[in-house]
């Protein structure tokens, strides 16, 4: 059965630090990832999407960057974190529809 | 671009009382509209999805119907418990079938014991 891994489950890191969380998957292949944010009270926000190796797209202008190493390796970076990075970073991947998302990183910039 | 609008952002109800959650989305081209479960602190969950051939699928207490030529489609929480509590989240799909999933903006449903 597939399985996605993201870590850490939180972190707290001050102001213009780095920042990598990375998230893997195991039991398929060449899957869809995607990293979203989820600031409180608010909806699901898509940040990056991968469909392949070294094939990342930016839904949204910002701070972060996003890199595909491998397949199945999916990594959310900052090189100088800023307070409006702060939020719940989820890691999810899709074959065709069907999304199914990690356990999710609590990101707080103090 | 895909818009999707998810109504109410709150809603509590009455143990046992059923509880309706309605999206509306703005691509005609969208084929696969998925509902997920959040509990607090966890990655959202997918809890059962419809695809554009089909007009309503249940699956024990939970159901979702969907209207293509209205483009929206709503989940029925039906005998809700408090252990439904939780946000829930519509998306569709944009761009068709391979498209990236984009979601609503969650609702917060409490079920009062």
């Known amino acids: 059965s597939q399985t996605i891994h993201q870590w850490p489950a939180t972190l707290v890191q001050p102001v213009g630090s780095p920042l990598s969380l990375e998230c893997t998957v195991e039991?398929?292949?060449?899957?869809?990832l995607y990293w979203y944010r989820q600031a409180a009270g608010r909806g699901l926000q898509l940040l990056f999407y991968s469909v392949g190796i070294g094939q990342i797209s930016s839904e949204v202008p910002q701070n972060l960057s996003a890199s595909r190493p491998q397949d199945r390796q999916f990594i959310l970076s900052s090189k100088k974190l800023l307070l409006s990075d702060s939020g719940f970073y989820l890691c999810?991947?899709?074959?065709?529809?069907?999304?199914?998302f990690g356990q999710g990183t609590r990101l707080t910039v103090v | 671009g895909e818009n999707v609008e998810q109504h109410p952002s709150t809603l509590s109800v009455q143990e046992g009382d059923s509880a309706v959650i309605k999206c509306t989305y703005s691509d005609s081209a969208s084929n696969y509209f998925p509902w997920y479960k959040q509990e607090l602190g966890k990655g959202p969950q997918l809890i059962i999805d419809?695809?554009?051939?089909?007009g309503e699928k249940k699956d024990q207490r939970i159901a979702v119907t969907l209207n293509k030529t209205a483009k929206h489609f709503s989940l029925h929480i039906t005998e809700t418990q408090p252990e439904d509590s939780a946000v829930y989240f519509c998306a569709v799909n944009y761009g068709g079938s391979q498209g990236n999933l984009i979601f609503g903006k969650g609702t917060k449903l409490s079920v009062k014991p």
């Open positions: 999810a991947w899709s074959v065709l529809t069907e999304a199914f």
């Open positions: 039991g398929t292949s060449n899957p869809n």
């Open positions: 419809i695809r554009s051939n089909v």
